[in-house]
């Protein structure tokens, strides 16, 4: 893959008299001209070009008089003109866009000095340029005004407007009225690198310096807008801006490179250069190029198998090797190598695909790079999910040469307008050498359409019912293979009690009769007036006969029987009011979820769950939560009615939306810690929650009992064992890491150590106030698959609302791991998934009433604390296809969800807020939702309407409105 999204070839090489590893080389991205020190006489800049920079020549191919001595395949390079007149030696060049056709300038800067050159004849075509004669184009010198500029290290240019490092300060000029527009002030060491914008609403600046700080400026409101903290450890070397998304990107002297945001002055994400290119590496089956050496010693990592508590376990990740097998230098000289520039390529996107079903289809055919230049070579990162995709070095040879500069010191990227190309972005890189005089012309081909080379395939023997074309999906296309374990049903002996009438028979479960029989003593059956009647209806009201007739319509009438009119009592109650798509009946029909509806951003109902007063669903009667339980995760039900909020003190509240009313809230009790996963059913009956030790399902029908309608707190089943069967041991403590519904609710999905296993069940929620706390509910092992090469699963999840054969793990090597129910393995494991491991996997699994695409039930959600919110696809191969960091995770496991349409991405934050990004650009958050007294741990979209619920770590509820 990274042979095809980056190639590098060598045009020409030269020498120059002044060692150009203190001078700013420049290329021009219309004609092609290079501007570098000239050969002859140290005060002057000599412009050259080459017709096609497919052929190769050397410098030394020219004459004393500057007469090509040497023709390659009927081209030559050629020696435009030699800029003369600065007092000093030049430190830095760039070229700008000209006033006129087949016009350009070139801005050259020196000591106290600084010129802008007008070069007429660059703009000519390709033909006309072979046959130009030496020193052909007319060149007119200005002076630009240069008060108060000292020595100048660095030039920018981005449309009318020069940008020129001088020292500790930054002089902004307009080339076409060759007047000084803006000096800016204030860094407390001198400036490295900086860059501006034009296609804000105001013109922005980004300066960094020596300070280890970096600002932003706002130069038509004359004003710094921002200013870093200092960070003693970091010296930023190279600024460049992202014409299409508001950001800019920042390269260290460490090899680290900052994103931030110009929208609201926010730290986007850090990557580490060399981690991103040795996890490529890792990744990497064959290399078709050449890596820098990053290898080294054995790196071992301590890492818990659970989340909470568990014993230590150790993963040991084996030594990265060279493409070749050959040693390498020590892992300390690339860590240390600093990044020397940087860029944006702007390429031609691909044609929409005719055949694109939704927005998957559109994620899945673009691409947004970033070249990242460091002294070894220059390599692309994927600015969405800030992965390395491809790595060249800058000594690789080329033709009939024997290979560029070893060590660069400099390099200046710009990118060929003249010949854009479909998908492919060409651009013009000026490497300078560290230890030698020379200058390297190279031309990149970075690719813009995406690979799809890398896609997750299904089993090779062809029986998965996943895989459409070879492509694994989360839908299932095909049949149950014969020997699927998806066929696998629990059926009951006879004599097991199961459904309606089977309370009080003297029967024990699973295996016959009893010898004490379950049936009342007095009389020998149940009577009514005992308290054996019938569990369902309204009940009977004291003093309040039973007339037969409606309240509605109840009259009254005097003494002599006259029925009186003006005594009717026929009025009706008030209703209250409802939304619209707002169901409060199971025969209700809701509205189409609005699809191009905005993000959530008014907060309209709040709801305590700490002062409430709830009905709790244990015999104890109504319970008063503390305010210090916090609210760890939460779980909508699928027809927006109710929702499932876990709290820290063990307990599981159930709320009734859309009121959240404190006395319809009702608490579940019985668990032996945090609830670490909440799922409802698919007829959203039953409640299934699940402890570190055990798993719960139940009842929350308004009459239904208090007490669990199934207890999983064995390995294999909850049958009475048989004598000859090995022990059914219990479930170790912290072993399990979640459980859900699966298979429209015909199997059981529990996690834990690093399998995770399949149970198929019975559920009886019959009552039988003899035997109360007796579950009459059963469940059995079918099979466990295994992720491989972890010591233990951090989280899963599988979908439940519609047929699917596929469940994703995550395990604690920082891997994820797609499980395929259906052939009974693992099809496809993803190393290095996350910097940490992942603590919460999330499916889009659509909604009721929202019309998705079936592409985009591909997609998912990984969260890991530290490293952000990943978006897959698992047609994408083993990268993430987005990235969102603009978020706060740093200790917080906090919780994200799908939106119903499908557009956005919502997570909860430290910083008590919660944050709304949209998928289809990973820098851009639409929504900052405020107003929490604490960190954000869980969000939950609602199904129906385009609202947010967020669940705070004080212990409230908060629903979110456009």
Not at 527 to 551: C, D, E, L, N
Not at 582 to 596: F, I, L, Q, R, W
Request: net charge neutral; charged share 20%.
């Amino acid at each position: 893959m990274s042979s095809q999204i980056l190639k590098s070839t060598l045009a020409w090489q030269f020498e120059t008299r002044t060692p150009p590893s203190h001078v700013q080389c420049a290329v021009s991205p219309y004609s092609g001209s290079i501007a570098v020190p000239s050969s002859k006489d140290h005060r002057e800049v000599s412009v050259w070009t080459h017709p096609k920079l497919s052929s190769i020549g050397r410098a030394s191919d020219i004459g004393e008089n500057g007469v090509p001595d040497r023709t390659e395949n009927g081209f030559s390079t050629v020696m435009l003109a030699r800029l003369g007149g600065h007092e000093h030696a030049p430190t830095a060049m760039a070229f700008a866009p000209g006033d006129r056709e087949g016009s350009e300038r070139l801005l050259t800067a020196a000591t106290g000095e600084l010129f802008l050159w007008t070069l007429d004849g660059l703009g000519a075509s390709d033909d006309d340029m072979q046959h130009r004669p030496v020193h052909g184009v007319t060149a007119t010198c200005t002076r630009l005004p240069a008060d108060g500029i000292g020595h100048v290290q660095m030039l920018s240019v981005e449309g009318t407007l020069s940008v020129a490092c001088s020292d500790a300060s930054v002089v902004v000029h307009d080339v076409t009225t060759v007047a000084m527009v803006a000096r800016l002030e204030g860094h407390g060491g001198r400036v490295t690198a900086a860059a501006l914008t034009v296609h804000t609403p105001t013109t922005m600046v980004v300066s960094a310096a020596e300070d280890h700080t970096f600002a932003v400026w706002d130069v038509d409101a004359g004003a710094c807008v921002f200013r870093s903290a200092i960070e003693p450890r970091v010296v930023y070397n190279t600024v460049v801006m992202d014409r299409v998304v508001n950001r800019v990107a920042l390269g260290t002297d460490c090899g680290m490179i900052k994103f931030f945001s110009l929208d609201d002055f926010k730290d986007l994400h850090t990557l580490s250069f060399h981690d991103a290119l040795r996890a490529h590496q890792a990744l990497s089956s064959t290399h078709n190029h050449c890596l820098p050496s990053v290898a080294g010693p054995k790196i071992i990592q301590a890492s818990r198998s659970f989340p909470a508590g568990g014993r230590l376990h150790q993963h040991v990740s084996p030594p990265a090797a060279d493409s070749d097998g050959s040693d390498s230098d020590d892992i300390a000289d690339a860590v240390a190598d600093p990044v020397l520039q940087l860029c944006f390529p702007m390429a031609v996107p691909p044609s929409p695909d005719p055949t694109a079903s939704g927005f998957a289809d559109v994620l899945f055919g673009t691409r947004a790079v970033l070249l990242v230049c460091v002294r070894r070579g220059v390599g692309v990162v994927d600015a969405n999910n800030y992965a390395v995709l491809g790595f060249v070095d800058w000594h690789t040879p080329s033709h009939n040469t024997s290979g560029g500069v070893g060590m660069a010191s400099g390099v200046q990227l710009v990118q060929n307008h003249r010949r854009p190309a479909p998908t492919t972005a060409v651009l013009t890189a000026l490497v300078t050498g560290a230890f030698e005089r020379t200058v390297d012309a190279r031309v990149l081909h970075v690719a813009a359409d995406h690979d799809t080379s890398g896609c997750l395939r299904g089993p090779t023997s062809g029986a998965s019912a996943t895989a459409v074309d070879g492509a694994l999906t989360m839908l299932s296309s095909t049949p149950l293979a014969p020997d699927s374990p998806l066929h696998a049903e629990l059926k009951l002996v006879a004599g097991t009690p199961t459904g309606k009438g089977s309370a009080g028979r003297g029967t024990q479960r699973g295996v016959g009769a009893t010898s004490t029989t379950n049936a009342p003593l007095t009389f020998g059956r149940k009577i009514r007036s005992s308290g054996y009647g019938p569990a369902t209806g309204a009940p009977r009201k004291m003093f309040q006969p039973q007339t037969g007739r409606s309240s509605a319509r109840r009259r009254t009438t005097d003494i002599a029987g006259a029925v009186d009119p003006a005594r009717f009592t026929t009025k009706p109650k008030s209703s209250p009011v409802r939304r619209a798509g707002d169901p409060t009946k199971s025969g209700d029909v809701a509205e189409a979820y609005p699809m191009d509806a905005p993000p959530p951003t008014v907060c309209a109902r709040t709801l305590s769950l700490a002062d409430a007063t709830t009905t709790s669903a244990c015999p104890a009667g109504p319970k008063s939560l503390a305010s210090a339980h916090a609210i760890s995760l939460v779980g909508m039900a699928a027809h927006g009615r109710a929702l499932a909020a876990a709290q820290t003190d063990a307990t599981v509240t159930v709320v009734k939306l859309p009121g959240m009313f404190p006395k319809e809230c009702r608490t579940y009790l019985g668990h032996d810690g945090a609830a670490v996963m909440a799922n409802w059913s698919v007829d959203n009956k039953y409640l299934l929650t699940a402890s570190r030790s055990a798993v719960r399902v139940w009842n929350t029908s308004p009459r239904a009992p208090a007490d669990p309608v199934l207890v999983m707190d064995k390995r294999v089943h909850n049958f009475k064992p048989k004598p000859d069967e090995p022990p059914n041991k219990p479930f170790e403590k912290n072993a399990l890491c979640g459980a859900q519904f699966y298979y429209m609710d015909k199997f059981i999905l529990v996690g834990g150590g690093n399998t995770v296993s399949l149970y198929k069940h019975k559920l009886d929620d019959t009552v039988d106030d003899v035997r109360r706390y007796v579950s009459k509910s059963k469940y059995r092992l079918v099979t466990a698959l295994t992720h491989p090469g972890t010591q233990g699963i951090t989280t899963f999840a599988a979908a439940n609302s519609y047929y699917s054969y596929l469940a994703i793990s995550a395990g604690t090597d920082r891997s994820l791991c797609v499980l395929d129910f259906n052939v009974a393995k693992a099809v496809h494991t993803i190393p290095h998934a996350q910097a940490r491991p992942v603590h919460r996997v999330r499916l889009n699994v659509g909604a009721p009433h929202a019309a998705a695409p079936a592409a985009s039930f591909n997609l998912f959600f990984t969260a890991a604390v530290g490293d952000g919110v990943c978006l897959w696809d698992v047609r994408a191969g083993t990268r993430a296809v987005r990235r969102f960091c603009g978020h706060v995770d740093r200790a917080h496991a906090v919780g994200l969800d799908f939106s119903p349409c499908g557009r956005y991405v919502a997570t909860g934050s430290e910083d008590r807020r919660a944050y709304v990004y949209d998928l289809r650009n990973s820098s851009v958050c639409v929504a900052r939702l405020g107003g929490h007294p604490d960190v954000v741990t869980d969000i939950a979209y609602h199904p129906l309407r385009p609202e947010l619920l967020t669940a705070c770590a004080d212990g409230s509820l908060r629903i979110f409105t456009p």
